[in-house]
């Protein structure tokens, strides 16, 4: 079984139900990782909307995804990190190639962290930029 984008970066990571992960129906890869910026990609091929602009919910999968990556990778000790809260603004259309997003901290504490995630298309003109905050909660037995 392949990885998830999650796993590739993060190994360690614990992932549940591994074969139903959305990250790879959208075809989401992760380049970059480390504390200070985690960078993926997902296509706009298979991601449209109706019109045949990158749909943005996908975008804001893409957000999520690369955001509690980033979460995960600033976490202190055996926290995990869950959403809180992600808000996507849409500045202009995708219409085809990959998409870019970008992610950097914010603000990490022991309980909150804030990402800003920042999508850009392959001419580098930005498409989307989200605001993802988790919380970090003590690890559990269960997903």
């Known amino acids: 079984m392949a990885q998830t984008p999650e796993q590739q970066a993060v190994p360690e990571i614990e992932v549940a139900y591994p074969d139903e992960q959305l990250a790879v129906k959208l075809g989401i890869e992760i380049t970059e990782w480390d504390p200070a910026r985690v960078v993926g990609t997902m296509p706009v091929a298979g991601n449209r909307q109706p019109f045949g602009l990158l749909h943005g919910g ?32 849409h500045h202009r259309s995708a219409l085809s190639g990959h998409v870019t997003a970008v992610c950097t901290p914010a603000s990490v504490g022991r309980t909150v962290g804030t990402f800003e995630i920042v999508i850009s298309d392959d001419e580098g003109r930005r498409v989307c930029t989200a605001k993802l905050t988790c919380v970090y909660r003590d690890a559990t037995p269960s997903a």
């Open 58 to 89: 996908a975008s804001a999968v893409l957000a999520e995804t690369i955001g509690s990556t980033a979460a995960y990778v600033n976490r202190v000790g055996d926290r995990r990190p869950v959403g809180l809260e992600l808000s996507c603004t």
